[in-house]
């Protein structure tokens, strides 16, 4: 019988070593896995590359692991935020390299690696910034920009209800990058606030099936 | 100097709601986009997606209701309308990079008599690079329509005839609403559609970094 | 008050006309919309473009629809089947163009063409038949083939529920092509069991939003 | 000559079902590699996927319980498991082409030496070339097993040192279970891993269109 229930968030972060790149789910604090980050700062890895949409607010969650100092680099599309001080005061003092990437091309290329396609032309971006020194190409007319895929070691995501094959639902808008990191990483561990029996998730609402879900944790308590 | 009165931000938001149509797809970026949400028909079905995964939002909740797992792209609570869906980041971006979101409200830093549009960075030393999806709204809208001041707090045009700042994307706008005016970019260039009472055309060109015209 | 239900397959299918490309959803049957099908026969556009997993079994459905001569050229994964005699009769005499493309390929070209992209590499069908004549790339040690977007007027598909903003439910794996073909189509007629009031579809559960929906039509007595 | 049996198309499948792990993520070919899920334990939990939408396939459903809408690849008539799910066939495909799916068993028409495989088409005049899901099982799957005959039906070697017929994919192929042996496709060459009872190497050899190695 297998089962994917892991006991608690520490144990789940055994596998976690220096130097892996981490895919961490949520928008904002919606969909964010608060109790795996806190474990993830309490297995102090060093030398991480994070991919999260956003760099952490206040004082919690993401916004303490970078504090933490565990971060190298994080990939994401909007790290200013009113309450980003912990990252912002990191990155003027030169504390942690920065990739800022359109949230749509970050999407598209988790969804690349994930899927197993090579590279994506992708019409964001083009004749910006942040397309500088990437290579272009002309298609029917529309200029696109060569992305290539974000593949990542572990990817640490809050879903809403998971069994013990891994199958997951999600909550609202706390879905946001849920299901496309859970498919672009080796290993994904999802929080979820309740362990059903195999069985009890309808198979028409599984949003995202066991296969790209390595670990589950139970949070007592949690929404 | 002749005598006008500059509309509010809710009067400019009350002129793009009234040119969104029945059944159509819209986003509206943060900030003050986001208020057009308050002057839409009451009894029009209209539908607001929001990048972050919502489809068929409703209006913000009473503070007893609010989500935490219920915000909008700018991190407001919202509710959700019947018929109102939930789905992920890739299916969301589907919707707007695949062309299938017919119009983006988006505020702007300046905005090219081309279309070109600078909304995301002010590049000054000690700014912090942050996009979110405002990119990928610009050249995946089927229209973008642009709400912002006609003129900076110094007085500087917004409307260019080339950007000054960093570009979010090349020949997107469609239209403009100003304090002043709602500007059409057109293939013959920018096309005065409306202006506020009293203002005249040489006093709104006089405002403007790139030539006018009238329809 | 917007309204996407239809009231006959009929009316659907008035926009259609010559030469349109037309999304077929279905895997063998199981998903095929065999009512759209028939009106799509009915109405007798010409030189049409279908795009579908197969092409054909026995004489309903899409068979019917390759003998109805209304059919240029198809594009699929897998034509030949056991009872796909009316596409192989067609195939042989020269009376039908063919298209064969991996069936992971056609999905994932639909999906960049319902997203946005300009195009993709993937590894399937490196150093084969199917890749002959494509551009290629190595990337990362790995050998891949350059593809381009499939996009389409049309997409007719087979939901199970639908509401009157076009969302849609599906029945297990009759799922298949339906939600990424209306995705990559303009203008997507779903045919669905069941019409049922806005609001009684869980948000969590709709599996196809509205915004890729255009007309829903109701075909009663069907499972 | 010396007195052995050839594997029957079961006792092959027999052979390849016991090499699967508990928890692996496994797609079955059509034809003869799907009857390899008729010899999988019943007390492992082994995760059948299906390319047209289907995770933890069960077993055939009675007559009476036949559903059109649940089907496998080769359009059989199928069950589902309690844990199992749908999804729609880019996501499937993501689990292919992403590597996720652990294993997949194929038929082959020919392996060649360094595990390129031809098994979707015989390129003849009047063949009509069909493809399905093979190519993108190929390069896709973690490991591939292919099952096959030895031979053809008229003798001939069907594991070659080149494909004469159309690739599917290249060196993807880790192991081949034929009606004589088990080879093993490795850095090295093709290592015999097992053979049936009674047959001698170099009388395996001889029906080899390569050159085999002894572990």
Same mark, same amino acid.
């Given at each position: 019988?297998?089962?994917?229930?892991?006991?608690?968030?520490?144990?789940?972060?055994?596998?976690?070593?220096?130097?892996?790149?981490?895919?961490?789910?949520?928008?904002?604090?919606?969909?964010?896995?608060?109790?795996?980050?806190?474990?993830?700062?309490?297995?102090?890895?060093?030398?991480?590359?994070?991919? #999260?949409?956003?760099?952490?607010?206040?004082?919690?969650?993401?916004?303490?692991?970078?504090? #933490?100092?565990?971060?190298? !680099?994080?990939?994401?599309?909007?790290?200013?935020?009113?309450?980003?001080?912990?990252?912002?005061?990191?990155?003027?003092? =030169? !504390?942690?390299?920065?990739?800022?990437?359109?949230?749509?091309?970050?999407?598209?290329?988790?969804?690349?690696?994930?899927?197993?396609?090579?590279?994506?032309?992708?019409?964001?971006?083009?004749?910006?910034?942040?397309?500088?020194?990437?290579?272009?190409?002309?298609?029917? =007319?529309?200029?696109?920009?060569?992305?290539?895929?974000?593949?990542?070691?572990?990817?640490?995501? !809050?879903?809403?209800?998971?069994?013990?094959?891994?199958?997951?639902?999600?909550?609202?808008?706390?879905?946001?990058?849920?299901?496309?990191?859970?498919?672009?990483?080796?290993?994904?561990?999802?929080?979820?606030?309740?362990?059903?029996?195999?069985?009890?998730?309808?198979?028409?609402?599984?949003?995202?099936?066991?296969?790209?879900?390595?670990?589950?944790?139970?949070?007592?308590?949690?929404? | 100097?002749?005598?006008?009165?500059?509309?509010?931000?809710?009067?400019?938001?009350?002129?793009?709601?009234?040119?969104?149509?029945? &059944?159509?797809?819209?986003?509206?970026?943060?900030?003050?986009?986001?208020?057009?949400?308050?002057?839409?028909?009451?009894?029009? +079905?209209?539908?607001?997606?929001?990048?972050?995964?919502?489809?068929?939002?409703?209006?913000?909740?009473?503070?007893?209701?609010?989500?935490?797992?219920?915000?909008?792209?700018?991190?407001?609570?919202?509710?959700?309308?019947?018929?109102?869906?939930?789905?992920?980041?890739?299916?969301?971006? $589907?919707?707007?990079?695949?062309?299938?979101?017919?119009?983006?409200?988006?505020?702007?830093?300046?905005?090219?008599?081309?279309? +070109?549009?600078?909304?995301?960075?002010?590049?000054?030393?000690?700014?912090?690079?942050?996009?979110?999806?405002?990119?990928?709204? $610009?050249?995946?809208?089927?229209?973008?329509?642009?709400?912002?001041?006609?003129?900076?707090?110094? &007085?500087?045009?917004?409307?260019?005839?080339?950007?000054?700042?960093?570009?979010?994307?090349?020949?997107?706008?469609?239209?403009?609403?100003?304090?002043?005016?709602?500007? +059409?970019?057109?293939?013959?260039?920018?096309?005065?559609?409306?202006?506020?009472?009293?203002?005249?055309? +040489?006093?709104?060109?006089?405002?403007?970094?790139?030539?006018?015209?009238?329809?």
């Amino acid at each position: 019988m297998l089962n994917k229930v892991t006991e608690s968030a520490i144990d789940a972060m055994s596998h976690i070593n220096d130097g892996a790149t981490i895919l961490i789910g949520g928008f904002g604090l919606a969909g964010q896995p608060a109790e795996l980050i806190d474990a993830l700062i309490e297995r102090n890895a060093k030398d991480l590359t994070i991919v #999260s949409n956003n760099a952490g607010n206040g004082e919690t969650g993401l916004a303490l692991l970078l504090k #933490s100092g565990c971060v190298r !680099k994080i990939i994401c599309s909007f790290p200013r935020q009113h309450d980003s001080y912990i990252f912002d005061d990191l990155y003027r003092s =030169g !504390k942690i390299e920065l990739e800022v990437v359109p949230q749509g091309t970050l999407a598209a290329r988790m969804q690349a690696g994930g899927s197993g396609l090579g590279a994506i032309y992708t019409p964001t971006a083009y004749g910006t910034l942040l397309a500088e020194g990437k290579e272009t190409r002309t298609i029917d =007319g529309v200029n696109y920009v060569l992305e290539y895929p974000i593949k990542a070691d572990f990817a640490l995501i !809050k879903a809403f209800q998971g069994d013990r094959w891994g199958n997951l639902t999600y909550r609202k808008a706390a879905r946001n990058f849920g299901p496309i990191m859970a498919a672009a990483s080796k290993h994904t561990i999802a929080q979820v606030s309740e362990v059903v029996e195999l069985g009890a998730l309808d198979p028409e609402h599984i949003i995202t099936p066991g296969i790209f879900v390595h670990e589950v944790v139970c949070i007592e308590g949690d929404k | 100097m002749s005598n006008y009165t500059p509309r509010s931000v809710d009067e400019i938001a009350k002129c793009v709601a009234q040119d969104i149509e029945e &059944g159509m797809y819209v986003n509206l970026g943060i900030g003050q986009p986001t208020k057009v949400a308050d002057f839409l028909p009451k009894d029009k +079905d209209i539908f607001l997606h929001s990048e972050n995964g919502v489809l068929g939002m409703g209006p913000a909740p009473e503070e007893a209701d609010r989500d935490g797992d219920l915000i909008n792209a700018g991190k407001q609570y919202i509710t959700l309308l019947k018929g109102g869906s939930y789905f992920h980041h890739g299916d969301s971006f $589907a919707m707007i990079r695949g062309g299938h979101i017919d119009l983006c409200v988006l505020g702007a830093f300046e905005v090219a008599k081309n279309g +070109d549009i600078a909304n995301w960075f002010l590049g000054r030393p000690k700014d912090i690079p942050a996009v979110g999806g405002a990119m990928d709204l $610009a050249v995946g809208a089927k229209k973008v329509y642009v709400i912002m001041d006609h003129v900076s707090k110094n &007085g500087e045009p917004k409307i260019v005839e080339s950007l000054n700042l960093p570009i979010t994307g090349e020949k997107c706008v469609n239209r403009i609403y100003t304090d002043l005016a709602v500007i +059409d970019i057109t293939e013959q260039g920018l096309v005065v559609r409306e202006m506020v009472d009293g203002l005249t055309f +040489d006093e709104l060109q006089s405002k403007t970094g790139a030539t006018l015209r009238q329809p």
